[in-house]
């Protein structure tokens, strides 16, 4: 907790009643029950409150009309009655609370003065506070996607966000999209971004994904590098992106916020947080495919997706369906994956210590990108096979997934890779190598218990900043000719297995699940651009475990 620095006023107002010594510091408002005894009450509520000013939502002001108060969006409240005849003014802070499970709330507290030029202070001086902070978003261009999840979405943000945007003087402008990529080419051609300060995406990891490819080519363009390139180092947004939880899955969000709650999210947006985070681009013979924050998932992954799209209707219910199906059916996929391991930086994918807000793990590495990214020439020929850091796997492979976050979510509270970073310009690459189906539950349940799902035989992960695969059937002739009896054998079974997929041999190939969406291609090259887009979050909190000797309340 803060401490509260140079006061700018101090007074004795009321609240519920109750005096109170109330004092606002550049950094705190706080609130103190005077108390003629000094005598300990346990099951006395708590007497001292404090919040930080950057979590002050709003300050409104309370009219008084035929002996009752007004409030300045019209409801009557009865404070004159309540607060006792002497007390004139009201005005009513809007600030964060936290609760269960990283949520936060709007909570508010009415103050009650018996002179009008204290009171008329005491709101000016709030709202300059925070009209000096200039963090927070006056405008924002929302998308709101209809139809993602369980189509709620602009339910959702008309009755859980907008309210909450007005409340906090945040000015909107909406769009409910009508088509798959309207979002997307909005923002690549239409949308006028000077007039704001950030993107508000409605919706799941898949209306994300539209929102970041709109934003990231329009910002190349805007910044004159070619979106389309492998070599160039691409630029960063500077619009920062909100996301209200309407979707499926919804990792992302969950990864970032550490829950799945439209309120939550709102809140974030209003204080005017910034996450930033890692982006993969994914390329097929230097041909640009798409982008990817969370799962790049070739296997198992790629064909639950494939096959939960048939299954729309069913909501995100779909996914455990095909999650059922596809264990139960088993496939595994021949191919090579090569890798260039991240060098120099700290942490690793079995680390115990996990990505929370002012992650200093992201701030280093995040450090050393950009010192890497300015000699990025050099870089980009060290990175070429010659230099001998490629390592390459070849192999039978259940799943190959990367994931570039966590990838936590409500099916999978500490995700893909628990340990894994929102910002240190790396992917956790895992590899699940043909085995059992018991064994592949073994492993699939360690993500819902606090089990390594690593710690297992045939599971590799690797931290890493660049990665390609290339399906068997892609490899070039040499190779093929390694082991040619065999794979004739493989082909006649393939093409049956293809129409039979029941029969337990794998088809040839699967295909990528990009965020949520289906890659064309099999054949891949990824990297990591660090810290490229920016969050309205601050990473997940770490909960207090006990009260800070630095309280204000406590001095
Ligand atoms: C037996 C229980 C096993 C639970 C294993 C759970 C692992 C879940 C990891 C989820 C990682 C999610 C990564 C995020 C992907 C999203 O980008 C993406 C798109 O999201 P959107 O719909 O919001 O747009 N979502 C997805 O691709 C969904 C992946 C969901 C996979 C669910 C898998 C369920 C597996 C069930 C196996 C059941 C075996 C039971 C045997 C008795
Ligand atoms: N108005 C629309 N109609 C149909 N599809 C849309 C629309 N707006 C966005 N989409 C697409 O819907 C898909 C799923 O969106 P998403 O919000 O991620 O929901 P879910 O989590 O249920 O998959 C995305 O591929 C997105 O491009
Ligand atoms: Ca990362």
Not at 141 to 167: C, D, M, S, W
Not at 195 to 210: P, Q, T
Not at 488 to 497: D, E, G, M, T, Y
Not at 498 to 510: F, I
């Amino acid at each position: 907790m803060e401490r509260p620095g140079r006061l700018l006023l101090q007074s004795e107002l009321r609240v519920r009643n109750a005096a109170y010594d109330v004092s606002l510091s550049r950094s705190l408002l706080i609130w103190k029950r005077r108390t003629s005894s000094p005598v300990y009450h346990p099951f006395r509520p708590s007497v001292c409150h404090s919040v930080p000013v950057s979590e002050i939502i709003s300050v409104r002001e309370e009219e008084e009309e035929n002996g009752s108060r007004q409030r300045d969006d019209g409801s009557w409240k009865k404070i004159r009655e309540r607060e006792g005849k002497d007390c004139r003014q009201a005005f009513t802070v809007l600030y964060v609370e936290r609760c269960r499970q990283h949520r936060w709330r709007c909570a508010e507290v009415t103050f009650t003065c018996s002179d009008e030029a204290v009171c008329q202070h005491w709101v000016s001086s709030i709202r300059e506070q925070l009209a000096s902070n200039t963090s927070r978003p006056k405008h924002l261009l929302v998308y709101i996607n209809p139809y993602g999840g369980k189509r709620q979405g602009k339910r959702i943000y008309e009755q859980k966000v907008a309210p909450l945007f007005t409340q906090a003087g945040i000015a909107t402008s909406v769009i409910v999209t009508e088509y798959a990529n309207h979002a997307r080419d909005h923002l690549k051609m239409e949308a006028e971004l000077k007039k704001f300060d950030g993107v508000v995406c409605v919706g799941g990891d898949g209306m994300f994904s539209e929102i970041i490819h709109g934003l990231i080519w329009r910002t190349q363009i805007d910044c004159g590098v070619d979106p389309n390139s492998t070599e160039e180092a691409l630029s960063p947004c500077s619009l920062r992106i909100g996301i209200i939880p309407a979707g499926s899955t919804d990792c992302i969000c969950f990864a970032s916020v550490g829950t799945n709650d439209p309120v939550t999210s709102a809140l974030h947006i209003i204080v005017g947080d910034s996450q930033p985070l890692d982006v993969c681009s994914v390329h097929h013979n230097n041909m640009f495919l798409r982008y990817s924050v969370s799962l790049l998932g070739y296997g198992f992954y790629g064909d639950v997706l494939s096959d939960s799209e048939r299954k729309r209707w069913m909501g995100p219910a779909r996914y455990d369906f095909s999650g059922l199906k596809m264990f139960l059916t088993h496939h595994y996929y021949e191919g090579t994956v090569s890798y260039l391991p991240a060098k120099g930086i700290i942490g690793t994918p079995r680390d115990a210590t996990r990505c929370r807000s002012g992650c200093v793990i992201c701030q280093h590495n995040g450090q050393l990108n950009s010192e890497r990214s300015e000699k990025y020439e050099m870089d980009e020929a060290s990175d070429s096979e010659s230099s001998g850091e490629w390592r390459t796997i070849r192999g039978k492979f259940l799943a190959i997934n990367a994931a570039s976050m966590s990838c936590a979510c409500p099916r999978s509270p500490k995700g893909l890779s628990p340990a894994a970073h929102l910002a240190d310009g790396t992917t956790d690459l895992i590899l699940v190598r043909k085995c059992s189906r018991f064994n592949f539950l073994r492993h699939l349940l360690r993500h819902t218990s606090k089990d390594d799902q690593f710690d297992l035989t045939f599971i590799e992960v690797h931290r890493v900043r660049r990665f390609r695969f290339m399906p068997r059937h892609c490899q070039s002739d040499s190779d093929l000719e390694l082991d040619l009896h065999e794979n004739s054998k493989r082909q006649i079974f393939s093409q049956i297995c293809k129409d039979h997929p029941a029969c337990g041999c794998a088809p040839a190939y699967s295909s990528w699940n990009c965020d949520g969406e289906i890659l064309t291609h099999t054949a891949i090259d990824v990297r990591v651009h660090g810290q490229l887009i920016k969050l309205f979050a601050r990473g997940i909190e770490e909960l207090p475990v006990f009260e800070d000797l630095s309280n204000p309340c406590a001095i």
